[in-house]
């Protein structure tokens, strides 16, 4: 295994897992460029290297992107890739109270144990853990979309009716376009434009990105509160709290990974369960939502920990985890390698050096990274606000042309943006729909699929309630799902106690 | 009348310059990178093909092929905008059979199939009866057997609907007078991934399948004229009597405004490509066909497989 170790760490390998690192970090923290978009840009340049060094740099490339998603989350409640989907959910209520320094240090931290974690899993486990991945069939994976969406529940406590009224449009959002299985072509209403569906990356930028620019504008004051002077990277702080998260951090790694070795599940859905199970888990609920550093801890630790599982499946298996793996599995082909079980063993030299590669590049993600993240920040709140709108104005239409190289892509992003912002008036979250509009379409394609098998073995109960995993899926959900009335019951008790004593 | 004259000659000469200009510039082709743009999304064999060729462009013709992504709607995004790009030769997008025949049939994509200008198609990657390496089906008679004793009980998974390998079943289905299920996935990853789970009892994948997966699966019969090189082991489909000759085609389309002598010239890059022993080799080994199908043949083969296509798409109920 040393000797893996020692491949791993030539100054070549070295120096490309920095420059992956830097690269994918900086390319993530955009929003609308993408983990995926990041590897698939990169890939050339990687040819001319042997496969070992090539693969270092993608693996590299793709956790520094997953990691960078969370500037934008955190400074400008837009999610820079849709991992970071449920950074926002508390990073910009810390940044907006003063602590989005705090919150950038404390992601890092977060991004670099739940890589480390993710990257331990794939060098210990990788062939019996591949094994998870199929036995997810279309049923689990209906469940699995199902579970997602009773987070809906947990994000819009004391609001549920207009949670679920987001989570519904969502849903419709979903269906617009080529349907998931059969792809027909339905709810265009005759337009080009809609043929392509809605583009959930554009979409995100819309939701999350467009509202903050308006009230950026129609608000006098400034971006993000500020008070009294630098505090340089709260390091120690950010320690502390991370010390005190371990359990957070170390079951959100784990769920990430887990999610991640699910091809098709990928970076958002590992963030938005790892979310929710931490508020589950947590004793003071209330704060989540307002800035709680376990929510950026959850997220950010679950989908770093998405890229070591997601190789799980891709490496042995051929199949890839998550979008990126596709690419990078891609990669692999044109440098004519074969992927596969024997990996781990015949030709272990490359897939053992490139695990360490991973692990390298994770640790190098945390100097580089508080260093970017510095950056991004001191850019956030020092330039003028005059500067700020348009440059950000720019990144969204950017990032939203450049998903699919596709101008309806804008105009789509353009109108859900502004469709938020009224939304937003009327007490609306974006939350709500964007997971309508990713689950939807994961629900529909496990559900066609299933009730297919279903039909034809004529046995339609039995394939979607009588798989074990899918049980256990959904005893989750129907938890998940009446939690709010506990919690409402349990905090009615507490109440009544407090009244009595 | 002197200035008249002098007018005159400087607007013939201008013209004849810009004619020696235009025509220099083709036998220079291409003197800057050249855009290839894959309607589908990265990581499929769409991009996987054109990523092969990537790096043959530049040893042949010293210029960059830089491949960028237009998916959304199965390919119909990128198909619809084709011709509205500029027609100078640096612009060129990947079609695909049976997507560009099937799809304008189905609805209004914003594109019909005679709009596609293709100038080469350079390969197929043949479809394939896939299943586990301990399957209990050792050979396609196994299969059909168990399809005729259990109508509609032979659960095969394939990626999409209206695609290569659905309209591959309905075809065989025909021929074998049975009754399968067909169980559409997105993408042939999560097919594969549904037949070595167990979800489904066997595959119609691709020969890419059988190379990817070598080991773990079997192919129990190829859609191909006469045996893949990379399989020799594996009988063809009309070997064991079923005239099946089908896969997923992939070419090279260029926008209408392209002129007749550079749409000519790319077709022969491609050709030029494709004769590469190293490139074929590549290719073979992830288990593509090579096919050779240049701009003056193009007009017919897709005429001869819209018939294929069409006949298979009607009776799967994909199109009316």
């Known amino acids: 295994m040393l000797e893996y170790l020692f491949q791993a760490l030539t100054p070549l390998n070295l120096l490309l897992a920095l420059a992956g690192v830097v690269a994918g970090t900086i390319i993530g923290s955009l929003p609308g460029l993408t983990a995926t978009m990041a590897v698939a840009v990169l890939v050339p340049i990687t040819f001319t290297m042997p496969v070992t060094s090539a693969l ?35 990073g910009y209520p810390m940044a907006k109270r003063g602590d989005g320094d705090l919150a950038i240090t404390l992601a890092c931290i977060a991004s670099v144990v739940g890589g480390l974690v993710g990257a331990f899993f794939l060098l210990v486990l990788a062939p019996p853990l591949a094994e998870v991945a199929l036995a997810f069939g279309p049923a689990e994976y209906f469940w699995m979309a199902l579970f997602g969406l009773t987070l809906i529940a947990a994000l819009s ?33 005759g337009s080009l434009t809609m043929i392509g569906g809605i583009e959930t990356v554009s979409a995100l930028i819309g939701l999350y990105c467009i509202p903050v620019l308006i009230d950026l504008v129609a608000v006098s004051e400034r971006h993000l509160n500020v008070t009294g002077e630098q505090r340089g990277y709260r390091l120690k702080e950010a320690m502390a709290i ?59 630790s679950a989908n770093n920990a998405t890229v070591g599982g997601g190789f799980v499946p891709t490496l042995v298996l051929g ?72 440059t950000v104005a720019f990144m969204t239409l950017i990032g939203a042309y450049s998903i699919r190289n596709s101008v309806s892509d804008v105009f789509i992003m353009l109108v859900l943006g502004a469709l938020s912002w009224v939304l937003n008036r009327f007490g609306f979250s974006p939350s709500p729909i964007v997971l309508g509009l990713i689950l939807g379409r994961i629900a529909e394609e496990g559900f066609v699929q299933s009730w297919t098998i279903g039909a034809a073995t004529e046995n339609l109960f039995g394939m979607f309630f009588g798989r074990p995993i899918s049980m256990v899926i959904i005893a989750a959900i129907g938890l998940g799902l009446f939690y709010p009335f506990f919690a409402k019951q349990i905090r009615l008790k507490r109440l009544q106690k407090e009244v009595i004593e | 009348m002197v200035i008249k004259s002098i007018l005159t000659h400087f607007a013939t000469s201008a013209i004849a310059a810009t004619l020696a200009f235009s025509s220099l510039a083709q036998a220079d082709y291409p003197e800057k990178s050249v855009s290839y743009i894959v309607p589908f999304g990265p990581g499929g064999e769409s991009d996987v093909t054109a990523r092969h060729q990537q790096p043959f462009f530049k040893k042949l013709f010293d210029e960059d092929l830089v491949i960028s992504y237009k998916p959304g709607g199965g390919g119909a995004v990128g198909w619809s905008q084709l011709n509205t790009m500029k027609g100078d030769g640096y612009s060129m997008m990947g079609i695909n059979l049976p997507h560009i025949i099937i799809k304008p049939l189905q609805k209004n994509v914003g594109f019909e199939t005679k709009d596609l200008t293709g100038v080469y198609m350079f390969h197929y990657t043949p479809d394939a009866i896939v299943v586990k390496q301990d399957s209990p089906f050792k050979t396609l008679d196994d299969l059909v057997a168990f399809a005729k004793q259990n109508p509609g009980k032979l659960i095969l998974s394939g990626s999409g609907k209206g695609s290569a390998n659905h309209l591959a079943q309905v075809r065989f289905d025909n021929m074998a007078s049975v009754k399968s299920t067909y169980v559409s996935f997105k993408g042939t990853g999560k097919a594969v991934a549904a037949l070595l789970g167990e979800q489904v009892l066997a595959q119609w994948g691709y020969t890419s399948v059988g190379a990817k997966h070598e080991g773990k ?58 004769s590469d022993k190293e490139f074929r080799q590549r290719m073979e080994n992830d288990g593509m066909m090579l096919l050779d199908v240049s701009y003056d043949k193009m007009d017919a083969f897709i005429a001869q497989k819209s018939k294929e296509y069409i006949s298979a798409a009607k009776q799967a109920g994909v199109i009316k």
């Open chain 1, 56 to 90: 270092i740099m993608l693996g590299a490339i793709y956790t520094g992107a997953i990691y960078g998603g969370a500037y934008a989350a955190i400074l400008l409640n837009t999610p820079g890739t849709p991992s970071a989907i449920a950074t926002t959910f508390d």
């Open chain 1, 157 to 189: 406590e004391g609001n549920l009716t207009k949670g679920l009224i987001g989570g519904c449009f969502g849903l419709l959002l979903a269906c617009v376009g080529s349907a998931a299985v059969s792809g027909d072509i339905r709810f265009t209403f």
């Open chain 1, 319 to 390: 199949i890839p985890g998550t979008p990126p793996d596709a690419v990078i599995l891609g990669a692999l082909m044109v440098h004519g390698l074969r992927v596969g079980p024997e990996m781990f063993e015949s030709s272990g030299s490359i897939v053992y050096t490139f695990i360490f590669g991973l692990f390298i590049a994770t640790l190098l993600m945390l100097p580089a990274g508080l260093l970017i993240g510095r950056y991004a920040y001191r850019f956030i709140i020092t330039v003028p606000k005059a500067l700020l709108v348009p």
């Open chain 2, 217 to 274: 699966v079997r192919m129990l019969a190829v859609a191909t004229e006469s045996r893949h090189p990379r399989f020799p082991d594996v009988p063809t489909f009309k070997e064991l009597g079923y005239d099946l000759v089908s896969g997923a085609y992939r070419g090279i389309a260029v926008p209408k405004s392209t002129p007749e002598d550079v749409r000519q010239k790319i077709s022969s890059m491609i050709a030029d490509i494709n």
């Open chain 1, 242 to 300: 991370s010390w005190k998260g371990k359990f957070n951090l170390a079951r959100s790694s784990i769920i990430g990974t887990f999610v991640g070795i699910l091809p098709g599940a990928g970076g958002s859905i590992a963030g938005l369960v790892s979310y929710s199970e931490a508020r589950r888990a947590s004793k003071d609920k209330s704060q989540f939502g307002k800035g709680a550093p376990e929510g950026i801890q959850a997220t950010e």
